[in-house]
């Protein structure tokens, strides 16, 4: 048994390395401006998957059911934002407020260049998750005592206070009030060009998948370690899970945690999807949006999230995007197609699956279960 | 097993009928405005120009009735002679819903789409989020009424066509000091919206007396407690350069409970629905704009026209014929891309880019013509105010900064 | 003195309005343990409704019609998006409900092409009034009157009729009620009807307050409401009114003074505070966990 699994985590591996090369392969190839949509696609599937598993380990893991992922989002893109604008370019940022408060960038003092860009990227998404974990502790300490409803409504309560934190006007040298945060290091920054100016290698998308893959390794790696099985102990049954010797506010407080940092990491991979940072962005509206993804794919499995966050962002902004447009077929007037179409159509097709595929796309299974099934069945024919 | 298999065979399905779509959604150019023009200004060359606006969210009436300009342009003058040669224009929209986390993806399928140049948005977070799109793929965006600075600022490919923020908060504290001498403004704006913040910033720094600031939350609809404050602080005018859900319901507040202070507004306020909510009360608005109804009486009756014949244009111009400022902008930012094309004199981004710096050109609004950062060259602005009894507005003064 | 009683009076009001959407929430949520988030998208429909009825009906049999048909849309929601998962985790249910929420503000979107649409002038209601010196429309005079007056009549339903007595055996044991022989699926249908019903009220006072309806409309309120309807104890009426009258009050309050921008995060924090000293609210009864 032991063995297998293991041969399922390299094969795994070796599945993840080759959809990293083929990331690479195909942004090299494929015409950047016809394909751009796909790519885009890619890399806000990548965050959000990244942002939906975190938020399955605590919803579908743990059992607690947390509404406060965009506010730890929040914190995240922040700190990230906050951490890497160029040092030249902060007074323009900073415009309302005469600059910042904050007057260096993390990869200038890397020394700049393409080491200092990746070091310093790094550091402050690590940082971002950071700063929304300690968040995490803080308000984990009074509301995970509340119970599944009552959690929920108070984590989307701090997360709700936490934007109007951000917004107020007298933090604005540090987090540009109500302005957007810009001009700091994207996914197209890692694109390298060569002396002029000529994009010769495209890694936008592959830094992205590279690091929502590497985050979503470790959360599985957490999932499969005797913490994860606490954690399913804990969903499964409280009051069994505490007899059984598991500390209950301990583990709580940890999946907390841990959740948001990856939370927190997947804002900072966000902002640089989005180009910017602001507080408005980070809505309840976004924390729903993350749910459905983790219903959609799945409570309590990991592939499922990941494969139902590209489905969501594509569906919902490329694939369905005709159906905004007024559309004429053969002179005559497709009916009902006008701007706001593709969203009902949308939200119709999330009611069906919520309605009739109630367990998502995966249940609590995960993609290489699904294949050994399937490897059994047909040993028994 | 069978679920597997059920779930399976609905997944492919459902990708398969969402790939024919979206290619079949591409290749249709998204619906152009006017589904006869291809054939009968016998040119078989299209040019795309692209739509970057938003039709839903908070600021989809605005975006709309900036589209209504780009679309009455188009309808006018549908063909542009590039090198010689005739091209049919085509808009392709994309919407970007007001909401910086959708404007990527709507950017990029514009770039997608093979389009010229782009026009928009109504919304600076908006642009600023899809700018670096734009700015990497090549392709040069002229802003309508986005008056963030931060939408050109360190972005070569982003231009535009109206004031600034800066020149805008400035002109209207001075307004208030000269019309009404004020002494006390209060100033009202949306937490967390850059737009009403940053503008409440510069006229807090123009304006010569106190002042008093309020932020409300995202979604408010009552606003009497601040109407009251305003009141109760013994403000001699009330700012507050909101977008166009919340001055209505400001503005009918304002009427209903008889309000004596006059109210300001940026351009945004300038909307025939901000109208129609004071209509036939005291309330007194003054804003300042892009453009003034009568100013272009050509312009005016042409799409005066237009709306009375298209009805689907005459709702997104919220029900009546009055022309909003963003309207005009829209036209005049359609004619700054034909004049932009046949500069370039091909239809390749890049030639299209190369020409927008150096590019001037007359609209209904006034001259146009970009600074190095790409900005509009722009010292004037109108400043209306509402003739409540006949539901329009008037001309109060021209007034520039200094 | 003025500035003080108008901001009391906003708070009176708004705290009347939220007290028929809390109302909703909390009966929904005593009985099948679920945060119905769409129903303050119900109520922005409601609201919607009016608007397009108006325009073609008199008032005397739109207002009517309205409460009929969102009445209905209640109980439709209920039949077609809660009632097949009712033996599904408790979790999917909410997200069938937001769900439910995303669909109508996006076919409102669709429908309104997002333009902030007018509310009628309602006669009586919409005309004003001043009140020491704070003028005001009586609308702000007739809702607390009506919220208690609607409250007091569904006391008397729920303790004093047979559906009441259903009500609240299945609030207490679903299970339990459903054997012995109580009809759970009426029940249900009955207290979304209800719930709707109230939402219309409020939907007509509401926005003849404010007059503008967007798609968005509807969730700033039916946040707030919820807010309320937990600070009170979710399941219980009385302590959704009370709750819902302490928001009102507070977000009036905050909003006058000058941490204004901080109006919605104080709801919030108030509402952490409560959960976290009382941990079902004010009035909420105390439930143990049966193993």
Same mark, same amino acid.
């Given at each position: 048994m032991k063995n297998t699994s293991k041969k399922g985590a390299w094969i795994g591996l070796l599945c993840i390395a080759a959809l990293l090369a083929a990331v690479v392969v195909l942004e090299n190839v494929l015409d950047p401006n016809k394909n751009i949509m796909v790519f885009t696609a890619l890399k806000k599937g990548a965050v959000y998957a990244l942002v939906a598993v975190s938020m399955n380990l605590l919803n579908g893991?743990?059992?607690?059911?947390?509404?406060?992922?965009?506010?730890?989002?929040?914190?995240?893109?922040?700190?990230?934002?906050?951490l890497t604008i160029p040092t030249s370019q902060r007074d323009a940022v900073y415009y309302i407020y005469n600059g910042s408060a904050i007057n260096f960038s993390l990869p200038e003092l890397f020394g700049g260049g393409a080491v200092g860009l990746v070091l310093g990227v790094l550091l402050a998404l690590i940082l971002g998750g950071c700063v929304a974990a300690v968040v995490a502790w803080l308000i984990g300490l009074p509301v995970l005592r509340l119970k599944s409803d009552y959690l929920a409504i108070a984590t989307l309560g701090f997360g709700e206070i936490i934007r109007a934190v951000f917004q107020w006007d007298k933090l604005g040298p540090v987090t540009n009030g109500a302005n957007a945060l810009k001009n700091f290091p994207t996914f197209t920054s890692f694109n390298i060009q060569n002396a002029n100016g000529e994009t010769v290698l495209r890694l936008s998308t592959f830094v992205a998948f590279l690091l929502a893959g590497v985050c979503i390794a470790v959360i599985v790696l957490l999932i499969n370690s005797t913490y994860g099985r606490a954690f399913k102990a804990i969903r499964d049954d409280e009051v069994a899970a505490e007899a059984m010797g598991i500390n209950l506010s301990r583990h709580k407080r940890l999946a907390f945690v841990i959740s948001s940092f990856f939370a927190g990491f997947g804002g900072g991979m966000f902002a640089m999807f989005a180009n910017q940072a602001q507080a408005k962005t980070f809505t309840t509206a976004m924390t729903y949006e993350i749910l459905l993804i983790v219903v959609i794919g799945g409570i309590g499995?990991?592939?499922?999230?990941?494969? $139902? @966050?590209?489905?969501?962002? $594509? @569906?919902?902004?490329?694939?369905?995007?005709?159906l905004d447009a007024e559309t004429f077929i053969g002179g005559v007037k497709v009916p009902l197609l006008r701007n706001g179409f593709r969203m009902v159509v949308f939200s119709v097709v999330i009611m069906i699956v919520v309605l009739f595929f109630r367990r998502g796309i995966m249940g609590d299974k995960e993609l290489p279960d699904l294949l050994k099934k399937r490897r059994k069945e047909g040993a028994v024919k | 097993m069978k679920k597997f298999f059920a779930m399976l065979l609905a997944l492919a399905m459902v990708l398969s009928l969402a790939a024919c779509g979206g290619s079949g959604g591409s290749s249709d150019g998204s619906g152009s405005s006017q589904p006869s023009g291809g054939g009968s200004s016998g040119g078989d060359k299209v040019v795309r120009i692209g739509v970057f606006e938003p039709a839903t969210g908070d600021s989809g009436a605005g975006g709309k009735q900036e589209m209504l300009g780009m679309q009455y342009g188009n309808k006018e003058t549908p063909t542009v002679e590039i090198g010689g040669e005739t091209y049919t224009v085509e808009l392709v929209y994309a919407d970007n819903a007001s909401d910086a986390s959708k404007a990527p993806t709507a950017a990029s399928q514009l770039v997608s789409q093979d389009v010229s140049l782009v026009l928009g948005t109504y919304g600076s977070s908006s642009a600023i989020a899809g700018g670096p799109i734009f700015g990497e793929a090549g392709l040069a965006a002229i802003g309508v009424t986005c008056t963030n600075p931060g939408v050109t600022a360190g972005n070569d490919y982003y231009f535009r066509i109206c004031f600034l923020d800066p020149f805008q908060g400035t002109v209207l504290a001075n307004f208030a000091q000269e019309k009404f001498s004020a002494k006390k403004a209060y100033l009202l704006g949306e937490l967390g919206n850059d737009y009403d913040q940053g503008l409440l910033n510069y006229f807090e720094q123009a304006f010569d007396g106190t002042c008093v600031k309020d932020s409300f939350p995202t979604n408010t609809s009552d606003f009497s407690t601040y109407l009251n404050k305003a009141v109760a602080e013994g403000a001699d005018v009330i700012f507050c350069p909101v977008s166009i859900a919340y001055s209505t319901q400001i503005v009918k507040l304002a009427a209903s409970m008889n309000l004596e202070i006059p109210i300001l507004g940026s351009d945004t306020l300038d909307s025939n629905m901000v109208l129609e909510a004071a209509k036939g009360s005291n309330v007194q608005i003054y804003v300042s704009t892009f453009y003034q109804e009568g100013g272009a009486p050509d312009f005016d009756n042409g799409i005066k026209a237009w709306l009375a014949e298209d009805s689907t244009a005459m709702t997104n111009n919220g029900g009546n014929d009055t022309i909003a400022a963003v309207t005009a902008m829209g036209y005049d930012a359609y004619y700054v891309a034909l004049e932009a094309l046949k500069a370039a004199g091909s239809t390749d981004k890049g030639a299209v880019k190369a020409a927008l710096p150096s590019l001037t050109y007359t609209g209904v609004s006034g001259d146009i013509a970009f600074d190095e950062v790409g900005d509009a060259i722009r010292d004037t602005a109108y400043i209306k105010t509402a003739?409540?009894?006949?539901?329009?507005w008037t001309l109060e003064t021209?007034?520039?900064?200094? | 003195m003025q500035y003080a009683i108008s901001i009391l009076l906003s708070g009176v009001s708004l705290g009347g309005q939220y007290?028929?959407?809390?109302?909703?929430?909390?009966?929904?949520?005593?009985?099948?343990?679920?945060?119905?988030?769409?129903?303050?998208?119900?109520?922005?429909?409601?609201?919607?409704?009016?608007?397009?009825?108006?325009?073609?009906?008199?008032?005397?049999?739109?207002?009517?019609?309205?409460?009929?048909?969102?009445?209905?849309?209640?109980?439709?929601i209920e039949r077609a998006a809660y009632k097949p998962l009712r033996e599904a985790p408790r979790m999917s249910v909410m997200i069938s409900a937001i769900g439910v929420s995303y669909l109508l503000?996006?076919?409102?979107?669709?429908i309104t092409g997002g333009l902030p649409q007018m509310y009628p002038e309602i006669p009586g209601i919409s005309a004003t009034v001043s009140i020491a010196g704070v003028s005001t429309k009586w609308v702000t005079i007739v809702t607390p009157v009506l919220v208690l007056v609607l409250v007091a009549a569904l006391t008397q339903l729920i303790n004093h009729t047979k559906v009441g007595m259903a009500m609240r055996a299945v609030a207490k044991d679903f299970e339990t009620a459903q054997l012995m022989g109580i009809k759970i699926n009426a029940v249900?249908?009955?207290?979304?009807?209800?719930?709707?019903?109230?939402?219309a009220v409020g939907s007509v006072l509401y926005f003849t307050n404010y007059q503008s309806i967007v798609p968005l409309s509807g969730s700033l309120p039916g946040l707030r409401a919820f807010v309320a309807a937990v600070f009170g104890g979710i399941g219980s009426i009385p302590g959704a009114v009370v709750g819902a009258f302490i928001i009102g009050l507070s977000e009036s309050i905050i909003k006058g003074s000058n941490w204004s921008i901080f109006s919605d995060a104080f709801t919030f924090a108030l509402l952490i505070i409560i959960l976290v000293v009382k941990p079902t609210g004010l009035f909420g009864e105390k439930v143990t966990d049966k193993v």
């Open positions: 893991f743990t059992g607690l059911f947390s509404l406060g992922q965009a506010g730890f989002m929040l914190l995240g893109a922040y700190t990230y934002a906050i499995s990991v592939s499922g999230s990941c494969i $139902a @966050a590209f489905l969501y962002v $594509a @569906a919902s902004e490329w694939w369905l995007r005709f | 003739d409540n009894a006949a539901g329009a021209v007034q520039t900064a200094k | 007290a028929l959407i809390a109302i909703g929430y909390t009966m929904v949520y005593g009985i099948l343990r679920l945060i119905n988030f769409a129903h303050g998208d119900v109520f922005m429909v409601a609201g919607l409704m009016m608007v397009y009825l108006t325009a073609s009906l008199p008032l005397a049999v739109s207002i009517p019609l309205v409460l009929i048909l969102t009445v209905l849309l209640g109980f439709v503000q996006n076919l409102a979107t669709y249900i249908s009955v207290t979304f009807i209800i719930g709707s019903f109230l939402a």
